[in-house]
């Protein structure tokens, strides 16, 4: 048998010219997006005031299995893609386990994540339109860089509302988008009819992420032909993430490799859906029995705890309801979580997915079982692994570990989805052994809970 390489590398010609919409592939569709105001399911006219043309008629597309990547959006994916898979022979060795395990890193590019897939995407789009402005939110910062990058290269003014803490904390992501030429605003600002009633109410609040979504939604609608984006969550932004497993697919084929398990971490769940996407198409219609693990954390368990229910988007209630695993969009997790995966809700493809049973498994874990499987890939493979992205790693080391006990030389693949060069403060926590594990009590959950809307 030929020798898998530690690198398995794509060459420009195999990136691939499609993405992939799962939604043609499944039997039962997520539920419609509701109209806040009336409770009814939105249009693609409702859709177009808030979000561009083309990523409202993705949003929307149920038929299409495969959607042409335009050729400027392929010509941007070339600079930094296709991405290589990795076999992480040092991990496995160090584990001493028969396993054999993969990652696909999503972390080279500047802004560090596989957010800028979807990032390029849209403002290729909002472009076409002819859009003058974009504006978005972000908490740890990385949507805010990758969009960053995008408008610059496609030329288009980009508004940022950052969390406040965040902002003060993280002031290299947010050095990094002015560089790029974003205009970053700490949220809640005096910008936004929003922001100053929130900052009336409590001025010395440090924001939240809901917050920073209503204010750069509010900027949006108002604005002279002005749209949002947004980085997770809706179903335009998995087609756009499918890139992932598209050519994870075509890597594995090379070899002949078949997966057993797919395991990603889900924050709004658009990298874990990309990467599992062509597969979960394919275990649909019976041709692999793939198992899909999605791991989040557990300071905010929407897959694991949460209720599957119609929700609100974001804190201000601006933006349509989705039907979705939630917490509620009141729920706001503790001060002291600092692995990221912090939103309350989760992708209505991916809540769809696992609430039929294509997707196998949810698994929340605690920050220390994450840092601590953080740092074990680092000092064995060598990268430095973002915090969100190290729940997938210690859900992999906990499969090659059972693999160890039963022998079984099981095929693991991961999402690596980012680089952990932004968030060395949580590392010096860590390491200092400040960071603690954080219980959420069924009371905060309740509370949660008592912040869903009534629907019947
Ligand atoms: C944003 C982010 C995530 C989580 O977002 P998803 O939409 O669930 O993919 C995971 N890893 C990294 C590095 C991120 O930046």
């Known amino acids: 048998?030929?020798?898998?390489?530690?690198?398995?590398?794509?060459?420009?010609?195999?990136?691939?010219?499609?993405?992939?919409?799962?939604?043609?592939?499944?039997?039962?569709?997520?539920?419609?997006?509701?109209?806040?105001?009336?409770?009814?399911?939105?249009?693609?006219?409702?859709?177009?005031?808030?979000?561009?043309?083309?990523?409202?008629?993705?949003?929307?597309?149920?038929?299409?299995?495969?959607?042409?990547?335009?050729?400027?959006?392929?010509?941007f994916y070339r600079m930094y893609r296709p991405s290589a898979l990795v076999r992480a022979y040092c991990l496995e060795e160090k584990l001493g386990t028969?396993?054999?395990?993969?990652?696909?890193?999503?972390?080279?590019?500047?802004?560090?994540?596989?957010?800028?897939?979807?990032?390029?995407?849209?403002?290729?789009?909002?472009?076409?339109?002819?859009?003058?402005s974009l504006t978005t939110e972000t908490g740890a910062g990385q949507w805010g860089t990758a969009l960053a990058m995008a408008g610059a290269y496609f030329d288009i003014p980009i508004k940022v509302f950052m969390v406040k803490v965040s902002a003060e904390q993280k002031p290299y992501r947010k050095a990094v988008m002015e560089t790029y030429g974003a205009e970053v605003?700490?949220?809640?600002?005096?910008?936004?009819?929003?922001?100053?009633?929130?900052?009336?109410?409590?001025?010395?609040?440090?924001?939240?992420?809901g917050c920073a979504i209503s204010e750069a939604v509010e900027e949006a609608v108002k604005g002279d032909n002005c749209r949002y984006v947004l980085g997770s969550v809706l179903d335009?932004?998995?087609?756009?993430?499918?890139?992932?497993?598209?050519?994870?697919?075509?890597?594995?084929?090379?070899?002949?490799?078949?997966?057993?398990?797919?395991?990603?971490?889900?924050g709004g769940g658009s990298n874990f859906g990309g990467l599992i996407g062509i597969f979960a198409g394919e275990k649909i219609q019976g041709k692999n029995n793939i198992k899909f693990i999605a791991v989040e954390s557990s300071s905010c368990p929407s897959m694991t705890r949460g209720l599957f229910a119609y929700d609100y988007c974001d804190t201000g209630k601006m933006t349509p309801l989705a039907k979705m695993y939630t917490l509620g969009s009141g729920f706001i997790p503790s001060p002291n979580h600092a692995g990221g995966l912090r939103y309350h809700g989760m992708s209505p493809i991916v809540s769809e997915l696992y609430h039929q049973g294509i997707i196998d498994e949810a698994r929340a874990l605690t920050q220390k079982q994450v840092f601590e499987a953080a740092t074990l890939f680092a000092k064995s493979e060598g990268i430095l692994p973002a915090p969100e992205s190290?729940?997938?790693?210690?859900?992999?080391?906990?499969?090659?570990?059972?693999?160890?006990?039963?022998n079984e030389a099981k095929t693991i693949v991961f999402g690596l989805t980012g680089t952990g060069y932004f968030d060395l403060a949580a590392y010096m926590k860590y390491n200092s052994g400040e960071?603690?594990?954080?219980?959420?009590?069924?009371?905060?959950?309740?509370?949660g809970f008592a912040s869903l809307p009534k629907i019947d």
């Not at 598209?246 to 395991?263: F, G, Q, S």
């Open 1 to 75: 048998m030929t020798k898998i390489p530690y690198k398995i590398y794509l060459s420009e010609d195999e990136m691939p010219k499609q993405w992939y919409n799962i939604k043609a592939d499944m039997k039962t569709q997520p539920a419609p997006f509701l109209n806040p105001a009336t409770l009814k399911p939105v249009t693609a006219d409702d859709l177009k005031q808030i979000f561009c043309e083309d990523a409202v008629d993705q949003e929307m597309n149920k038929t299409d299995r495969f959607i042409d990547i335009p050729e400027e959006i392929r010509s």
């Open 98 to 132: 028969p396993a054999k395990i993969y990652y696909k890193y999503e972390g080279t590019n500047t802004s560090g994540s596989h957010k800028l897939n979807s990032a390029v995407a849209q403002v290729y789009y909002a472009k076409k339109q002819g859009i003058k």
């Open 185 to 209: 605003i700490p949220s809640p600002s005096d910008t936004t009819e929003t922001g100053r009633r929130i900052l009336k109410e409590n001025p010395n609040t440090g924001g939240s992420l």
């Open 236 to 266: 335009h932004v998995l087609l756009h993430q499918s890139v992932i497993g598209l050519e994870t697919k075509t890597a594995l084929e090379k070899y002949d490799i078949k997966p057993d398990i797919i395991i990603g971490c889900v």
């Open 390 to 406: 190290s729940h997938a790693i210690r859900a992999a080391i906990d499969e090659a570990v059972k693999c160890r006990e039963t």
């Open 435 to 447: 960071l603690t594990d954080i219980e959420v009590t069924n009371e905060a959950l309740e509370a």
